[in-house]
């Protein structure tokens, strides 16, 4: 890709974070930005992360451990933000930085299970559905306090905050509506874990809305690499 293009894309999606926060009363430092490389070559990671982006997130464990083989993680904090299966957890456990998308106790033990072989704590996230739609992954809202009790019994996970992905649509009411919902799951769970840091929701087409509605972390791809040929 032409690297020029990255940088105009990457700059301006800085530039406009920041006048988002400046119009909302955020403090830019506060967000963490995930830049979201699914499908986009290891050389335009290397190009980006020389613009000062360390934290990247990938959908599918064979393209975050692919990359990761090529790259390593100096200077880069990888995140897995797609669906995880319990049997793959095994080939990312020893150097994913977080996890967003833990939606069961099950897998919860599987990353504690492979954590402990590495002599690590895996830090995650709690997917959340609040938009209620099948086809995707998440605890219900009304089941996260007790998910988040029962993951916080072991050992070698440690709950970092919330992950939700908003409802694909054009209606801003119900985007927002999704995003509140989390922020004031997350408002009531950060009274009982003191390790709560991240409240990940927003994407390209609706990042304004989450800082508008308090997320603290961003996942953003097409925003800055273009927008992807799945085709290929």
Known sequence: ??????????????????????????????????????????????????????????????????KFDILGNTGINWHLIGHLQTNKVKYISDFVYLIHSVDSLKLAEVIDEQAKRHNRIIDILIQVNTSNEDQKSGVEPRDVKDLCAEINKLDNVCIKGLMTIGMFTD??????????????????????????????MGMTSDYRIAIEEGANMLRIGSAIFGYRNYSE
């Open 1 to 66: 890709m032409d690297k020029q293009y990255l940088k105009e894309n990457y700059e301006a999606l800085i530039k406009d974070i920041k006048l988002t926060c400046e119009k909302t009363g955020r403090d830019f430092s506060e967000l963490t930005l995930i830049a979201v490389s699914k499908t986009f070559p290891a050389e335009d990671i290397v190009f980006v992360n020389g613009l000062g982006q360390i934290q990247f997130g990938e959908n599918k464990v064979q393209e975050l451990k692919s």
């Open 171 to 200: 209606d801003e009411i119900i985007i927002r509506e999704n995003f509140k919902t989390l922020k004031n799951i997350y408002d009531e769970l950060m009274k009982e874990y003191n390790t709560f840091q991240y409240l990940s």
